[in-house]
């Protein structure tokens, strides 16, 4: 007997293909985890690669790591390279607008030696995050490292300088010789030839940035040479390589508010110069001198007695009156010089220098107040413009010329006397010289008839026999020149005893036996400096003398 | 960066001056007053009532290089040498002058030896002699000797302030080293220069009894 069959379905899906399934679900769950783990993909253009390695290079933030480089390729236009790096997605907060990053590697300057270490571990980009709110995922690398990181406290200002020598950024701006603050930006403006620098000044100095704060290019090594002697000023080993700014507030005056971040100063090349360009509140005055200007600089002083009040602004002034240059006038031929007159020279407060100055000019030109050119140094030529009180001339007044105010001038010096000369000529000229020789003409011949009628009357034998009186008379007279020669050499010795003996002539002496003892101990050393120029800073010698010999 | 070239400034500094110096010797010129050995330096004074003469001595003229105070020697026939390491101990002009004063009031019996600028004529009413020298060798020489040699000149200064010159005359003194040295040629020397100043007062002595 046979068993009947039992016909069952077999079950649909093996079981085996939980297998793949569970596969794909891990494999998806991978997926998610690396996609959630990968964090931002940002991109960085930077114009070379070098030393950055794909997978090896990373990015991070005060040495702690935020992410790795992965691939590095040159953009199509070949002019740049774009590297793309994963951030840890920690830090994709960090990734703001005005983030900077720079690439670390091995560098030498005179602040000292940084990423050293960078030589055995190869370089990495380091990343300063900034304060914007808004994520980018595209940045470009810095060819330098920010100087100044974000998290700095400080302001910022602008220098302008039209003629100090440039300076890099990174230079330090120094107050009273400490370092406040550097150089941050420095670009050559070619429309206004003005050099433009931005500096940043650290917190809490930026409070010594006031209105009247000057600037001026600090020289690493000062030489001065006055009645004290010679000075020497040297300042730290990097200011000496590379100068500085310094800044400072102008004796006697305030500091003034402290000014907002931003604001524009001007850059002198000097301290002396800081302190002549100072002065902005000015104004100008147009001179027509009657004379020539020859020696007359721009920047020349203008001086009352003595006092500088003002500097010359152009020589001669560029200026158009009815469309003629104002130098070559059709009415007059005086040349006309501008100079400003600078209130902050009179006195502190500028503003009451001004009001005293503009109620008083007036008055002082009616008492005889004028401008002259006057020589400054007679070696150079060069020459100023004196203001001073001429009660002798004649009266004058304020009158304007185009625009501009004309001060009344008067010649001096050279051409004074030029013309004072040219008024004796002209007397000379006028003398009636030749009636006057005639006259003398005739005058010496009736002379020459007496002199012959003289002779004949000498000659008479009645003259001759005169008394001896007369000869008596003459030896007298020879007896008191005799005397008188005596006192005259009486004189004279008195006046020698009396050059050679006097304090005055000992004194001299004495010093200058005093100078020739100092030259006779200073010898030696010039002597050896003539012949080793260095042997102050090396340990030279001079050579060893030879010994004289006797004849044994 | 900074400090390592600051450091290596100040050892730069510090090496220049702690370098050794080759030690400096000063000589003088000693008179025959001192060579007496026994019985130390004999004093000298002589008062107005014993001098019947005045003798003026100008400050001596030192030519050139011979006025320096480092010792010369001659080289050859045209080239001195200005030691290095051996001075002087005044100006020689004012050593020679020193020991001349010394020596002449010595040597001139009834005569006064002023130094120096401060006589006048018309002060003293009286007139003076007056010693004009100038020295045109001073120096080592050639044959292993001293030399010393120049010109003097007497003149006389009447009561007026008037001057007659009396005589003038060269001199040239040589005398042989004793030993190897600077110290050797110092002594050398000053014994020419006593021998040209024996010479001189011999002169001088004659000249003033004549005039």
């Not at chain 1, 001299?508 to 100092?518: A, N, Y």
Request: proline share 4%.
């Amino acid at each position: 007997m046979t068993k009947p069959a039992f016909i069952q379905a077999a079950a649909r899906i093996s079981p085996i293909w939980l297998i793949p399934l569970l596969a794909l679900f891990v494999g998806a769950w991978m997926l998610l985890e690396y996609q959630l783990d990968k964090g931002q993909t940002i991109y960085i253009k930077m114009v070379h690669a070098e030393g950055i390695v794909a997978g090896k290079t990373e990015i991070k933030v005060r040495s702690v790591k935020i992410g790795t480089i992965d691939a590095i390729r040159l953009a199509q236009s070949q002019d740049h390279v774009i590297v793309r790096a994963q951030i840890d997605k920690h830090y994709d907060s960090l990734l703001s607008e005005d983030a900077k990053m720079w690439v670390v590697k091995p560098r030498i300057d005179e602040t000292g030696v940084t990423g050293f270490s960078t030589l055995l571990s190869g370089v990495y980009i380091e990343f300063a995050p900034g304060e914007s709110d808004k994520l980018v995922n595209r940045f470009e690398l810095l060819e330098e490292p920010a100087l100044i990181g974000n998290d700095v406290q400080g302001a910022r200002y602008k220098l302008s300088s039209r003629n100090a020598e440039v300076l890099d950024v990174g230079t330090g701006v120094y107050f009273k010789g400490y370092r406040i603050g550097q150089i941050e930006t420095a670009h050559f403006d070619w429309d206004q030839q003005v050099m433009r620098y931005g500096l940043f000044i650290n917190a809490p100095y930026e409070n010594l940035v006031t209105l009247n704060t000057i600037f001026w290019v600090q020289a690493g090594l000062e030489v001065n040479l006055d009645v004290d002697g010679i000075s020497v000023k040297t300042g730290s080993l990097s200011k000496l390589l590379k100068g500085g700014i310094s800044l400072g507030i102008p004796e006697d005056n305030s500091p003034g508010p402290v000014v907002k971040e931003g604001h524009s100063f001007s850059l002198s090349e000097s301290y002396s110069a800081a302190l002549e360009q100072r002065f902005y509140d000015f104004d100008h005055y147009l001179i027509q001198f009657e004379q020539s200007i020859r020696g007359l600089r721009e920047g020349a002083p203008v001086e009352y007695r003595g006092m500088r009040i003002g500097t010359v602004e152009q020589v001669p002034a560029e200026v158009l009156i009815d469309g003629a240059p104002a130098h070559f006038g059709d009415t007059t031929n005086a040349v006309p010089v501008l100079v400003r007159i600078e209130y902050g020279r009179l006195y502190r407060d500028t503003q009451q220098a001004r009001e005293y100055w503009q109620s008083r000019v007036e008055g002082w030109l009616a008492e005889g107040l004028r401008a002259s050119l006057k020589p400054g140094n007679l070696l150079t030529g060069a020459v100023y413009v004196d203001l001073d009180m001429y009660p002798d001339a004649e009266p004058a007044v304020l009158t304007k010329r185009g625009e501009y105010t004309v001060f009344p001038s008067t010649s001096s010096g050279i051409s004074a006397l030029a013309n004072q000369l040219n008024d004796v000529l002209n007397k000379v000229k006028n003398l009636k010289v030749e009636q006057s020789l005639s006259q003398f003409e005739q005058t010496m011949a009736n002379y020459e008839a007496l002199a012959a009628d003289m002779r004949t009357f000498i000659n008479e034998p009645a003259t001759r026999a005169l008394p001896g009186d007369i000869s008596k008379d003459m030896a007298d007279i020879s007896q008191s020149m005799r005397q008188f020669e005596q006192s005259m050499e009486q004189f004279e010795i008195t006046m020698a005893s009396f050059q050679n003996g006097s304090g005055m002539y000992q004194e001299l002496q004495s010093t200058l036996q005093q100078v020739q003892r100092l030259m006779d101990e200073l010898q030696p050393l010039s002597r050896g400096l003539n012949e080793q120029p260095n042997m102050l800073i090396f340990d030279k010698e001079l050579p060893v003398d030879p010994t004289p010999r006797s004849k044994d | 960066m900074s400090r390592l070239l600051s450091l290596l400034a100040a050892c730069a500094l510090l090496g220049a001056c702690s370098s050794s110096s080759t030690s400096l010797h000063h000589y003088q010129l000693q008179g025959s007053e001192q060579n007496t050995d026994s019985s130390g330096p004999t004093l000298f004074s002589r008062d107005h009532l014993q001098s019947e003469h005045l003798l003026r001595l100008s400050p001596i003229a030192v030519r050139g290089t011979l006025n320096n105070r480092a010792m010369v020697i001659k080289r050859s026939a045209h080239q001195v040498y200005s030691a290095n390491y051996h001075f002087w101990a005044d100006a020689p002009a004012q050593l020679l002058a020193t020991m001349a004063q010394s020596q002449l009031m010595q040597e001139l019996d009834k005569v006064m030896v002023v130094k120096g600028a401060d006589v006048y004529a018309e002060q003293l009413q009286a007139s003076f002699f007056q010693l004009d020298v100038s020295i045109e060798q001073f120096n080592g020489g050639l044959d292993n000797n001293a030399e010393i040699a120049g010109t003097w000149r007497l003149s006389k200064v009447d009561a007026k302030g008037k001057l007659h010159v009396l005589k003038i005359s060269r001199f040239y003194h040589s005398q042989a080293l004793a030993e190897d040295g600077y110290e050797a040629l110092a002594k050398a020397l000053s014994q020419a220069w006593q021998q040209a100043l024996s010479e001189m007062s011999a002169d001088i002595n004659t000249l003033i009894a004549s005039a």
